[in-house]
């Protein structure tokens, strides 16, 4: 198997959470995905959005926002002080779509969890950073609820973890960094449930299209990172 900076293609790069990184997020966690490092921060609130308020169909509610800090690059991206660019908004979608699979948002009450995911560096991978280490956070904030009998331990209904795969020079590699994103023939990044279930898939063929054959075992292949990333999770709920 081809080596990449010291990993094979189905290795995922060295990963780690920091709980309790800062000090006044209900949860937080400090993501790392090799050199990609996203500070993830949730909130919570006793109020739910104002449209969500005057439905009829009332439960609680989970959202995200995602940010690049200006030196998370090799060059200094603009701050976003107005509206958020379409990446950024794209982004922030799909990590708010996650994590509301992972939280029965009925058993959560008329309550609101933001999810802020502040990409400190950036190596590629960092929606798929911000989504693991988000689920880390949730967790964290919403254990002192559940010891206060606020809310149920069933609140969290599915472990979530997301890992990006892709095709480098015709090889399947997992969890891409920069360098192999920025030429790949094909990346797909991958949400998937504790069960094996997919949430979301957002793939394309950058400079090929992708066969049937390439894409089951990109699959497979993501499956089992997945995996790895959640007994991880585990591993360090199990300890914070």
């Not at 708010?96 to 590629?124: E, N, T």
Request: with cysteine.
């Amino acid at each position: 198997m081809q080596q990449r900076q010291g990993r094979t293609a189905t290795e995922l790069r060295t990963i780690e959470f920091i709980p309790h990184y800062t000090k006044w997020a209900e949860g937080s966690v400090l993501t790392k995905f090799g050199d990609t490092h996203v500070l993830c921060n949730v909130t919570i609130e006793d109020r739910i959005p104002r449209w969500l308020h005057q439905s009829n169909n009332q439960h609680g509610w989970l959202t995200a926002e995602y940010a690049l800090l200006p030196r998370s690059c090799d060059k200094r991206v603009q701050r976003e002080k107005q509206w958020p660019k379409g990446r950024t908004q794209e982004i922030s979608r799909l990590i708010g779509r996650s994590l509301r699979m992972a939280v029965d948002l009925r058993k959560l009450g008329l309550r609101q969890l933001i999810v802020d995911c502040d990409v400190l560096q950036a190596d590629g991978g960092t929606r798929t950073a911000a989504i693991t280490g988000g689920w880390v956070a949730v967790n964290l904030a919403l254990q002192s609820l559940i010891a206060d009998g606020k809310v149920s331990s069933k609140v969290i209904k599915n472990q979530i973890a997301a890992v990006s795969v892709g095709l480098v020079d015709g090889q399947p590699l997992l969890d891409l960094d920069y360098g192999e994103d920025s030429t790949a023939e094909a990346d797909v990044n991958i949400v998937m449930t504790g069960a094996g279930q997919f949430i979301e898939l957002q793939g394309t063929g950058e400079t090929a299209p992708i066969s049937r054959d390439q894409l089951n075992q990109l699959l497979d292949m993501a499956e089992s990172g997945a995996k790895t990333l959640m007994t991880l999770q585990q591993q360090i709920l199990a300890t914070s």
